[in-house]
């Protein structure tokens, strides 16, 4: 596995880009967040997206479109 690093989203992410935030160990085969207020951002156009999550923390992954929460139903 990587090493640890501290990313901060710095400036507006780019249509089609991805931008994460908080302590992050990268790899080429994935990224995985370590610690509790990591934030992915993804900035797609189109229909649909597709992502993995998987996760071990009692807090609840949060998920908003296009400024709305898709959390509550």
Do not use: C, H
């Not at 990313?7 to 089609?16: L, M, N, T, V």
């Not at 908080?22 to 797609?44: H, M, Q």
């Amino acid at each position: 596995m990587g090493n640890v690093k501290s990313y901060k989203i710095s400036q507006a992410i780019g249509e089609d880009q991805v931008g994460i935030s908080g302590e992050w160990v990268a790899t080429p085969e994935y990224i995985k967040s370590e610690s509790d207020e990591s934030i992915l951002e993804l900035n797609f156009v189109g229909g649909r997206v597709y992502l993995v999550l998987e996760g071990t923390s009692s807090l609840p992954i949060t998920v908003d479109l296009d400024g709305k929460s898709l959390n509550e139903k």
